[in-house]
């Protein structure tokens, strides 16, 4: 079987990170990319890069890329539209489902730029 690389939608907490391993101790994988997006609410995103050089340390760093992406357009884009239900309803929830999709989106775009047929995150 040959060895592919996946793209990991990475938050850099305990979830996304035990994913990573567990994608890098199959003999399947031969690299990840590790996609880290902010939609400009996130906090501590830079966070994310202790849990990386740890990955790249056990795991290697040819085998481990990390990318911090703003994805504030696309964010915005989506929730433009939905700002009204926002308002109507005073959840959360819609706020979360946009910041969702525009990482969704975000990691789509990255994974047909670079030709990469997979993607995971920690959930």
Request: charged share 20%; proline share 1%; glycine share 6%.
């Amino acid at each position: 079987m040959s060895k592919r690389q996946v793209a990991m939608m990475f938050s850099g907490g305990l979830d996304s990170t035990l994913a990573v391993a567990h994608l890098l101790d199959s003999d399947e994988i031969s690299k990840i990319h590790l996609l880290t997006f902010c939609n400009g609410f996130c906090v501590r995103v830079e966070n994310s890069k202790i849990h990386v050089a740890e990955l790249q340390e056990r795991y290697g760093a040819d085998r481990i890329c990390h990318e911090i992406t703003y994805v504030t357009d696309i964010f915005e884009e989506l929730r433009s539209p939905l700002m009204e239900l926002i308002q109507e309803y005073g959840s959360t929830l819609i706020f979360d489902l946009c910041c969702r999709l525009s990482f969704e989106t975000a990691a789509v775009i990255y994974c047909l730029n670079t030709g990469i047929k997979h993607i995971a995150c920690g959930t």
